[in-house]
């Protein structure tokens, strides 16, 4: 019989030894300094590069180099006693490897009398070729990210490690990753010291050094990082720190929109343009140009379970684009059972390239979103589908979240001591010039001593907007208040700014529109004093497709009217400016606002009608509000409100598909 007993030690006192016996013989024990001593239990190693039995027992007085006798049975019950050199095992020994990450993770936890690692973890530092100082980069979760300065082609994307934690050997696996020459390895934050692995079939110790890092030196780490180091430390991180967030952001690459690539058709190309979320849902923006299939899209926020399938709904429109074919998508996953992120990872097959990228996921409650996905979307205010699953559920997030900047307010002069009995609010919107003429009208309609109150919408330039303003209104002899809305806060913003004083009645009406004819206003007043739990409307009369009764004004006639653009005014008493909207904000427009508002007065009894003296006249009859908006506040008041039934725009469906 040829070949030493390897022998690789477990502790102290056992030993886990292997040879090459003839075949059909058992292994009985070994004859050593101390009499005969019998195994203690018997293994079996199967892997791919390696297979064989070895035996775990007692090594006291045996030395490396001196020869022991086996004493071993045959198969026809003959002992046979060959004499063998005792041997530890080194690194290249075929099986040594494989036999240590066995004594690591299954015998060492079982011998739980026997806390001695240190035997096995000398005989590995022994082992060694040579060591390699990693120093501790970042902390990021349950995750600690060391940096080496060994060649990242030596290490696989998932290195087998064994580490020593208290004294303790663990047998773990660990991420690695290149950028610049170094190495990353991702591993369980659990303050090991030494690490031991293999590279280019030697055994290396790894020394960490777990010198303390704060967040901005890891930040600052992070930020030196390739773009395809950081997505690689995304994908060893996710899904088990989800403790990331105040790192996430630094760990995706400059921009929220990843670089166009290019597909294997010409001039083709593939991008993934914006990620949003709002109301516990995940919008994901795409694009494709060129003949390309789209398959097997995933999308993974971070720290999703890896088994669980996230269900997408998918719509897609296509757009011309010079000779290609331009196709857009949407992809929507509901958030509601995942962890919060603030990042996600696509995952698509296009044509025969496969394409991974994170992405940056941005609110989607606020009017950069909206104005994207209407740029986005060619038939933004069209497509009923788009309107429903992704245009209505973001536009209500940015109605309904809470604005933390004041209001701007600034008083002009009183001529009156008296409170007045009409709060004239003229809502403006960017262009200015239509608040001067409606100003204009306004002044040569009213009583001298009716205060007003302008609300004005944010612009980038508030302090000139602001100026002339109350230019204007000091000229033509107005009193009363200018408001300014917070910066990024919607049109219907500005019904909520009720007056600062009691008044029997609030009129509200869009600038660019004059009054039809002097004393509008005093006919409004009588009106609403006569029949208090009235609300009145004003209406554009070129902008109104069908004429409108006597009769009440129900819901379905307001969603109508909004549909057109109509309603350029509104005036309630002062008994149901109190009255509560829906139960939560829906519009984001000031006539959706409006239509919202006065659907809840017919809920709680009250009436609609128009008026003759708010039949207000449109100074540039060309203008018209964004059809987006008012499209986007009609599906979110029929989806709140029940309100499936009420005239709109024929939709064109010959340029949409929905997957």
Not at 544 to 568: F, P
Not at 644 to 655: G, I, L, S, V
Request: with cysteine; net charge negative; hydrophobic share 40%.
């Amino acid at each position: 019989m040829a070949g030493p007993l390897w022998c690789v030690p477990v502790s102290g006192e056992i030993g886990a030894v292997w040879g090459s016996f003839p075949p059909g013989c058992q292994f009985l024990g070994i004859e050593g300094p101390t009499g005969f001593v019998a195994p203690i239990e018997r293994h079996r190693i199967f892997s791919q590069s390696f297979s064989t039995v070895f035996y775990t027992i007692p090594i006291r007085g045996l030395q490396d180099g001196r020869s022991i006798c086996a004493v071993l049975r045959d198969s026809g019950g003959a002992e046979i006693k060959p004499v063998l050199d005792f041997r530890l095992g080194y690194w290249q020994v075929p099986g040594v490897p494989q036999i240590v990450s066995f004594i690591v993770s299954r015998i060492l936890p079982k011998l739980r009398g026997m806390n001695d690692h240190s035997t096995l973890e000398r005989f590995l530092s022994f082992l060694c070729s040579w060591r390699a100082s990693c120093r501790l980069a970042a902390e990021i979760g349950d995750k600690a990210v060391y940096s080496l300065d060994i060649a990242p082609r030596l290490f696989t994307p998932e290195q087998a490690c064994l580490y020593v934690a208290q004294q303790r050997l663990h047998r773990a696996s660990a991420g690695c990753f290149g950028t610049e020459g170094h190495a990353v390895l991702v591993a369980p934050r659990e303050g090991f010291e030494r690490a031991y692995t293999e590279i280019n079939g030697e055994l290396v110790q790894l020394d960490l050094l777990n010198d303390p890092v704060t967040e901005q030196e890891a930040i600052v780490w992070i930020q030196n990082l390739a773009p395809s180091a950081k997505s690689n430390l995304l994908d060893r991180l996710s899904p088990t720190s989800p403790d990331y967030q105040s790192l996430a952001p630094f760990l995706i690459a400059a921009s929220p929109k990843a670089a166009a690539i290019p597909l294997a058709e010409r001039g083709a190309r593939f991008s993934i343009e914006r990620a949003f979320s709002a109301s516990g849902q995940l919008f994901v923006f795409l694009e494709s140009t060129g003949e390309a299939p789209l398959d097997n899209l995933q999308i993974e926020p971070f720290g999703a379970s890896c088994d669980r399938q996230t269900a997408l709904d998918l719509l897609s429109c296509t757009c011309p684009h010079d000779e290609l074919l331009k196709t857009r998508f949407v992809a929507k996953v509901d958030l509601r059972d995942q962890p919060p992120s603030s990042v996600c990872r696509v995952r698509v097959d296009i044509g025969d390239q496969h394409v991974q990228q994170w992405v940056q996921i941005q609110p989607g409650n606020t009017d950069r979103c909206l104005d994207f996905i209407q740029a986005f979307w060619p038939l933004a205010d069209g497509d009923e589908r788009f309107l429903a699953e992704i245009a209505s559920p973001l536009a209500r997030a940015w109605a309904r979240r809470p604005i933390m900047q004041p209001v701007r307010r600034m008083g002009l002069s009183s001529r009156s001591e008296n409170p007045p009995s009409i709060d004239l609010q003229i809502a403006a919107e960017a262009s200015l010039t239509r608040l001067h003429n409606t100003l204009w009208g306004v002044r040569s309609s009213i009583a001298s001593d009716q205060p007003i109150r302008v609300t004005l919408p944010w612009t980038d330039d508030p302090e000139g907007t602001c100026r002339q303003a109350k230019e204007w209104i000091s000229r033509y002899g107005f009193q009363g208040s200018v408001e300014m809305l917070p910066a990024h806060a919607t049109e219907a913003a500005a019904l909520h700014l009720r007056p600062q004083q009691p008044s029997i009645a609030l009129v509200a009406l869009k600038a660019g529109f004059i009054p039809p004819r002097d004393g509008w206003l005093a006919e409004v007043a009588n009106h609403l004093r006569q029949a208090p739990r009235t609300a009145l409307i004003g209406l554009a009369p070129n902008r109104r497709q069908r004429g409108l009764g006597v009769a009440e004004i129900s819901a379905d006639d307001l969603c109508s009217l909004l549909n057109d653009d109509a309603i350029v005014a509104v005036a309630v008493s002062s008994d149901l400016i109190g009255c509560s909207p829906m139960r939560s904000l829906v519009c984001c427009t000031l006539a959706g606002a409006w239509v919202e508002w006065l659907i809840g007065i017919l809920g709680q009894g009250g009436r609609v009608h128009h008026h003759a003296g708010l039949e207000l006249w449109d100074t540039d009859p060309s203008h018209r509000s964004r059809g987006f908006g008012i499209a986007v506040d009609l599906m979110s008041l029929s989806q709140e409100a029940g309100m499936a039934e009420y005239h709109e725009r024929q939709t064109p469906r010959d340029n949409v598909i929905s997957a």
